[in-house]
Structures are given as structure tokens and as C-alpha cells.
T-cell receptor
Framework: AQKITQTQPGMFVQEKEAVTLDCTYD???????LFWYKQPSSGEMIFLIY??????QNATEGRYSLNFQKARKSANLVISASQLGDSAMYFC???????????FGTGTSLTVIP | DTGVSQDPRHKITKRGQNVTFRCDPI?????LYWYRQTLGQGPEFLTY????????KSRLLSDRFSAERPKGSFSTLEIQRTEQGDSAMYLC???????????????FGPGTRLTVL
């Protein structure tokens, strides 16, 4: 069975500082993809970044980077230079090769403090 | 606008009534997903279509739930005999999938918030 675990219900970060949101996953499938989504209070889910299980380098997209540690089964999201607009819920998700569905964690609520 | 759209955005209904939601995916996307999200939780997978074929259904999708994607374009999700436990945000997402396996990201619609009184 596939599972995503996000153990931080809420996080606070000072504006312009970096923050790491934790995500661990569990799957026996050797081929999988990991995704991070942002959900502002308005409700829409916004794709941020993707990491494939066979990717050799950690993914980066602007201020977002993914700290992928395969042996530890972790895929932490790092947001650099936090902005007030980063305040939102953040969800980690996974899809495995042998299935079609995406598995989501319970999310982390990030609040950026001015 | 070429994003995923959902209609209605909000629905309030009485217990026992039937409701139907519509999702229009991004036009070139052949994969369509329905999720349910309750307060404080991440989205939970309900069902998946590739073109018009419904290829996967979650155990969450009881026999009161039915989904269709008749021409491989828009999709509908119907809930019959609604219960208070059906109150949630219903999210639709679409993605582009080719013949070979790929991890294309999903693009989500704004959701339909259902309240069952």
C-alpha cells in the first residue's frame, strides 16, 4: 500500500527566511513520482514541483526545491526567501507506476510572518 | 481561460436529495480524476478516467456515487440520496498522459463545495 505522511500540521516562518516542510512516503514500487501542491485559502490546488524516483538530482523550481532522500523515503519541500503570499496549505503527493491515483498527505499549514 | 472548471462552485442540499457536479478538464488532457477533500485532510481519490473509460474506482465510491465521461471530454459526478457525511469539497483534476508511462502533474479545478443539511 502507498502512504504519504506529513507530520507538521502547522509551521510559521519569518518573511524572507527559508522553511522546510517535511514529507515521508511509503511504497514498495521502485518507480514513482513525488509532487508538492499549494492550496491557498481560496481552495484551488496549485502544482509546485515534481521529483521522479530515478532522478539523480533534486528538483528545483524558482524558490522551491525538493530535498529528495531516497534511502530515507523523504521528499521535503524547501521554500527559500518566504513571502507573505506563501501562506497556505501545502500537500505532498505520490503516484506509483503500477497505479493511476495520486496519494496525498494531510498537509502542512504554513504561515509567513511579516 | 484554459484551466479546469467545475460547476457549481457551491451546492447546498437536503439529506436524501440527488446532486450532480460537472467538470470540464483542460481540452487536450485525456486523464480526469475526481477527489473528495474534507476539512483538515488532503484530497482522497475517488475515480479516474482515461478518455471515456473509467479505469479505477476507490472503495470510497459507494454505490450512491456514479461518474461519467461520455465523450472523453467533460465529466459528471452524481451523488444519490445524499447523506450529511457527503459534505466535502469535490475536486476534479486533469492531466496529459501518453502511450508510455509518465508522471505528468495534475491540474486541479476550483472544486465544488457540497453541504448536506
Amino acid at each position: 500500500a502507498q502512504k504519504i505522511t506529513q507530520t507538521q500540521p502547522g509551521m510559521f516562518v519569518q518573511e524572507k527566511e527559508a522553511v522546510t516542510l517535511d514529507c515521508t512516503y511509503d511504497t514498495s514500487d521502485p518507480s514513482y513520482g513525488l509532487f508538492w501542491y499549494k492550496q491557498p485559502s481560496s481552495g484551488e490546488m496549485i502544482f509546485l514541483i515534481y521529483q521522479g524516483s530515478y532522478d539523480q538530482q533534486n528538483a528545483t523550481e524558482g524558490r522551491y526545491s525538493l530535498n529528495f532522500q531516497k534511502a530515507r523515503k523523504s521528499a521535503n519541500l524547501v521554500i527559500s526567501a518566504s513571502q507573505l503570499g506563501d501562506s497556505a496549505m501545502y500537500f505532498c503527493a505520490m503516484r506509483v507506476r503500477t497505479g493511476n491515483q495520486f496519494y496525498f498527505g494531510t498537509g502542512t499549514s504554513l504561515t509567513v510572518i511579516p | 481561460d484554459t484551466g479546469v472548471s467545475q460547476d457549481p462552485r457551491h451546492k447546498i442540499t437536503k439529506r436524501g436529495q440527488n446532486v450532480t457536479f460537472r467538470c470540464d478538464p483542460i481540452s487536450e488532457h485525456n486523464r480526469l480524476y475526481w477527489y473528495r477533500q474534507t476539512l483538515g485532510q488532503g484530497p482522497e481519490f475517488l475515480t479516474y478516467f482515461q478518455n471515456e473509460a473509467q479505469l479505477e474506482k476507490s472503495r470510497l465510491l459507494s454505490d450512491r456515487f456514479s461518474a461519467e465521461r461520455p465523450k472523453g471530454s467533460f465529466s459528471t459526478l452524481e451523488i444519490q440520496r445524499t447523506e450529511q457525511g457527503d459534505s466535502a469539497m469535490y475536486l476534479c483534476a486533469s492531466s496529459l498522459g501518453g502511450a508510455s508511462f509518465s508522471y505528468n502533474e495534475q491540474f486541479f479545478g476550483p472544486g465544488t463545495r457540497l453541504t448536506v443539511l
